[in-house]
């Protein structure tokens, strides 16, 4: 059965920082399109940082980039997310997602497989 399991959000102030991990189960993390979506309540889930498995490409939102940073560590089938100087805009669940045709795109509609979220809010 293919899992993904998200944890380490929480309540941060402005300027803070907080890492997600994701631990997959059922499958190869590494033979996989990884990714980090977000939503708001009324809002469409949006792609923060993805990274390819095609070309290995990482794909960072427009708001983030300098600020979060996608990793993974295949020998523990784990994605992490760093984010650091968190605004409060950045307040959303996070959601981790892998598939394995998901080429470059980071969009929510490539991936199949999600976690259930974690909350991350950014007081400030």
């Known amino acids: 059965e293919v899992q993904l399991v998200e944890s380490g959000g929480g309540l941060v102030q402005t300027g803070g920082s907080l890492r997600l991990s994701c631990v997959a189960s059922?499958?190869?993390?590494?033979?996989?399109?990884i990714g980090w979506f977000r939503q708001v309540p009324g809002k469409e889930r949006e792609g923060v940082s993805c990274?390819?498995?095609?070309?290995?490409?990482?794909y960072y939102e427009d708001s983030v980039k300098g600020r979060f940073t996608i990793t993974r560590d295949n020998a523990k089938n784990t994605m992490y997310l760093q984010m650091n100087s968190l605004k409060p805009e950045d307040t959303a669940v996070y959601y981790c997602?892998?598939?394995?045709?998901?080429?470059?795109?980071?969009?929510?509609?490539?991936?199949?497989?999600w976690g259930l979220g974690t909350q991350v809010t950014v007081s400030s």
């Open positions: 990274i390819s498995n095609s070309d290995g490409y990482i």
């Open positions: 997602a892998a598939d394995p045709t998901a080429g470059s795109f980071c969009s929510s509609w490539s991936f199949d497989y």
């Open positions: 059922g499958f190869t993390l590494d033979e996989y399109a």
